[in-house]
């Protein structure tokens, strides 16, 4: 089997040029046969049709460079010499490599020359006119079919490899955003968790002097957010080995208003002051009630990094048919500085999350120099909803909070 492979190869490598020398030798073959019938020695006709059909077989190693000229060599040497074998052979090399007025025009000329030639030297007219159709068609027809099925192969070669390409470029895609999603969803859970960490550690660095009660509640709640923290970690990998969900839906539980009242909690236990309006129906869909969830938690982990101690505001309300109106706006931080640093990613991620559920999210500093993060998210009520009512909802919650300058990360 290895030999001939090596043998296949080698023919695929030397095909042409041996098709070549096939060509040349078997025309040289009629030629000399055709030069050499006609008896009682050679005449100066028959040296002319011997010497024409020599330089018409030799011109077909060219026949693949300059089909054009080697065809019109051999309708010459037709038209002068009777000689039919390299006309033919150039006519089926043409056809194969191009299908259009050049090979209609030298057909033509062959048939031309094949009728004249015949009616030149004693044959039948009729005979000439309707047999000469024939045997050109013929060549030209095999060519036709050779040259359509090269060019069909080729088309379905190179589409195979754009498929291929294609199918590489959105592999690759589909691994990049499979490492954005899995980033993104590792700091919601985790930068949270972290930053209430960070909070209950900073303040017995701040206070020093607190007695051994103090100690011991902040270092229990340390523990437990730290463990809280590792099995929101194993839980997100866990999910992350078997997910099969294409936007990520199954990483997380749909969270309701008990969830979000837990997470405000925690950042009360951390000292922050959070007040609190939450009245979020159980039926939320799943898409608006996980970003929702984010929307509060990384405002208030922004909140733990850089406005710590300052008294925050949490409101969220939704209903059918309205939509789900989120607002978390903090006050002017005393504190300078930041515990944690920030990637810048945070609320770039929710503003894909909101726009991904067909929101509207405007961030930036309040006239009293907190921060506010507002967002409003569509909850339809089955019926469709026509644009304008759409945009006096969006007016009415802008209208409410006036918000301009930097949507980064704080």
């Known amino acids: 089997m290895r030999r001939l492979r090596r043998w296949y190869a080698w023919w695929v490598r030397h095909a042409p040029r041996l098709r070549d020398i096939l060509y040349v030798g078997f025309s040289l073959l009629t030629i000399v046969a055709q030069a050499a019938s006609g008896g009682g020695g050679w005449s100066p006709k028959d040296w002319y049709v011997l010497g024409a059909g020599i330089v018409a077989s030799v011109a077909l190693l060219w026949r693949r460079r300059f089909p054009v000229t080697v065809t019109a060599v051999g309708v010459v040497a037709m038209l002068t010499g009777g000689i039919f074998v390299p006309m033919g052979l150039a006519l089926l090399t043409l056809s194969i490599r191009r299908r259009d007025l050049a090979l209609a025009f030298l057909s033509v000329a062959a048939y031309a020359a094949?009728?004249?030639?015949?009616?030149?030297?004693?044959?039948?007219?009729?005979?000439?006119?309707?047999?000469?159709?024939?045997?050109?068609?013929?060549?030209?027809?095999?060519?036709?079919?050779?040259?359509?099925?090269?060019?069909?192969?080729?088309?379905?070669?190179?589409?195979?490899?754009?498929?291929?390409?294609?199918?590489?470029?959105?592999?690759?895609?589909?691994?990049?955003?499979?490492?954005?999603?899995?980033?993104?969803?590792?700091?919601?859970?985790?930068?949270?968790?972290?930053?209430?960490i960070a909070l209950h550690a900073g303040g017995l660095e701040v206070n020093p002097s607190v007695g051994p009660d103090k100690v011991e509640g902040s270092a229990r709640l340390i523990r437990e957010t730290a463990r809280q923290a590792m099995e929101d970690l194993r839980e997100v990998l866990g999910v992350l080995r078997s997910d099969v969900s294409v936007d990520g839906t199954d990483l997380t539980p749909v969270p309701k208003a008990?969830?979000?009242?837990?997470?405000?909690?925690?950042?009360?236990?951390?000292?922050?002051?959070?007040?609190?309006?939450?009245?979020?129906?159980?039926?939320?869909?799943?898409?608006?009630?996980?970003?929702?969830?984010?929307?509060?938690?990384?405002?208030?982990?922004?909140?733990?990094?850089?406005?710590?101690?300052?008294?925050?505001?949490?409101?969220?309300?939704?209903?059918?048919?309205?939509?789900?109106?989120?607002?978390?706006?903090?006050?002017?931080?005393?504190?300078?500085?930041?515990?944690?640093?920030?990637?810048?990613?945070?609320?770039?991620?929710?503003?894909?999350?909101?726009?991904?559920?067909?929101?509207?999210?405007?961030?930036?500093?309040?006239?009293?120099?907190?921060?506010?993060?507002?967002?409003?998210?569509?909850?339809?009520?089955?019926?469709?909803?026509?644009?304008?009512?759409?945009?006096?909802?969006?007016?009415?919650?802008?209208?409410?909070?006036?918000?301009?300058?930097?949507?980064?990360?704080?």
């Open 114 to 196: 094949y009728v004249v030639h015949t009616v030149s030297t004693g044959g039948a007219f009729w005979v000439a006119v309707f047999t000469a159709p024939f045997l050109i068609g013929t060549f030209v027809a095999i060519g036709a079919y050779i040259g359509a099925r090269r060019d069909l192969m080729a088309s379905l070669r190179d589409r195979a490899e754009r498929a291929e390409a294609e199918r590489e470029l959105r592999s690759e895609q589909a691994r990049l955003g499979e490492r954005a999603r899995i980033a993104q969803e590792m700091h919601d859970v985790l930068a949270h968790k972290v930053s209430l």
């Open 258 to 410: 008990s969830d979000l009242e837990r997470l405000i909690m925690a950042s009360r236990d951390a000292g922050v002051a959070v007040g609190y309006d939450v009245s979020l129906p159980d039926d939320v869909p799943v898409s608006v009630g996980r970003t929702v969830y984010r929307l509060v938690q990384e405002s208030l982990t922004n909140v733990h990094k850089h406005a710590r101690g300052a008294a925050t505001d949490v409101q969220v309300h939704g209903a059918r048919g309205e939509g789900v109106t989120v607002r978390v706006t903090n006050v002017r931080p005393v504190a300078a500085g930041s515990l944690l640093p920030g990637a810048g990613a945070g609320l770039v991620g929710l503003r894909e999350r909101v726009q991904l559920v067909g929101g509207r999210l405007w961030t930036g500093p309040t006239t009293e120099g907190g921060w506010r993060v507002e967002a409003w998210l569509p909850w339809a009520d089955g019926r469709e909803s026509s644009d304008t009512q759409v945009a006096d909802q969006i007016e009415a919650l802008r209208g409410d909070a006036v918000l301009h300058g930097d949507e980064g990360e704080r």
